[in-house]
């Protein structure tokens, strides 16, 4: 059974940071590419960054204020958020996707809450 278990979520103030881990158990997970997404009140589901067995890929609006990176022998996936602003507050959801494109699985979410 395939699991994504997101954590690290939470309140901030603007200009904080938080670091978001997405454990996976049930797949090797050095042949996917991990992602996060994260999806506002009223909004559709965006894209934030990516990660593949090298390489990565930002939407603009993150682009130099988060990173993210991976861990093949804890089988985790992590998102830096730095510089926090209030539009960054959403629920946050981490993607696996096989580099095979035979695989697509998704977290639960946690939330992100950009706050004073």
């Known amino acids: 059974q395939v699991q994504l278990v997101e954590s690290g979520g939470g309140l901030v103030q603007p200009g904080g940071s938080l670091r978001l881990s997405c454990a996976a158990s049930?797949?090797?997970?050095?042949?996917?590419?991990m992602s996060w997404y994260r999806q506002a009140p009223g909004k559709e589901r965006e894209f934030i960054a990516r990660?593949?067995?090298?390489?990565?890929n930002y939407a603009d609006s993150v682009k130099g204020r988060f990173t993210i990176s991976r861990d093949n022998a804890k089988n985790t996936a992590y998102l830096q958020m730095n510089s926090l602003k209030p539009e960054d507050t959403a629920i946050y959801y981490c993607n696996a996707t096989a580099i095979t494109g035979d695989g697509v699985y998704w977290g639960q979410g946690t939330q992100v809450t950009v706050s004073s």
């Open positions: 049930g797949i090797t997970f050095r042949r996917y590419a």
């Open positions: 990660i593949f067995t090298i390489g990565t």
